[in-house]
């Protein structure tokens, strides 16, 4: 029953990403209450870039950039990280609704157990297909720090581990429903 009510709810998103593009977007200067939310839910406001080939010896950076909240457990070191569009909206969100449905891991991959949960959910966090040749979203400040986020279709963004981990009931950095502006439909 959660499964078919998840579904519906992801299509209802669908519908509300086509009319708010603008929650999504990452535009220099226009993201000043969206960064000032993280920093007051005690995150981190990072910028990052995507990158294409990051297993490799030689990656491609590729056009464009996305700021984004990170969080870091002061228990553990973990950390999960959400754009700062997805994280600010009272819109629904496909992300945001991946995380609180907390959908069960099927098991059917052999690979990333983040990229195929992302994937199942129907998201994806791969540059360039499924060749290994790896990608993500690279730290600016770090290029060694490279993100696997989980996009959706409405451009919604959420750490492609954070949401596996906590569809086992793990949370990683901090529990995003205490953060995250659009409620949980499901509680």
Not at 22 to 34: D, I, S, V, W, Y
Not at 92 to 99: E, V
Not at 149 to 169: E, K, N, Q, R
Request: charged share 15%; with cysteine.
């Amino acid at each position: 029953m959660k499964i078919l009510s998840t579904i519906s709810a992801l299509a209802a998103a669908c519908l509300f990403a086509v009319h708010a593009p603008a929650a999504m977007a990452a535009e220099p200067g226009g993201l000043a209450k969206e960064s000032a939310y993280c920093i007051q839910k005690r995150g981190t406001v990072q910028e990052r870039q995507p990158w294409y080939g990051t297993n490799g010896g030689s990656p491609l950076r590729l056009s464009g950039k996305q700021y984004f909240c990170e969080f870091t457990s002061q228990k553990d070191g973990s950390q999960i990280s959400v754009l700062l569009g997805t994280l600010w909206t009272k819109l629904p969100t496909l992300a945001a609704l991946a995380y609180y449905a907390e959908v069960a891991y099927n098991g059917n991959c052999k690979g990333s157990p983040g990229s195929c949960y992302c994937s199942q959910l129907g998201g994806t966090d791969l540059f360039g297909g499924i060749d290994g040749a790896g990608g993500g979203w690279v730290l600016t400040t770090n290029s060694n720090d490279v993100l696997d986020t989980c996009i959706f279709p409405d451009m919604s963004t959420i750490d492609s581990y954070g949401l596996f981990y906590h569809s086992a009931g793990i949370i990683r950095g901090k529990d995003l429903s205490k953060v995250l502006r659009f409620q949980n439909p499901y509680s």
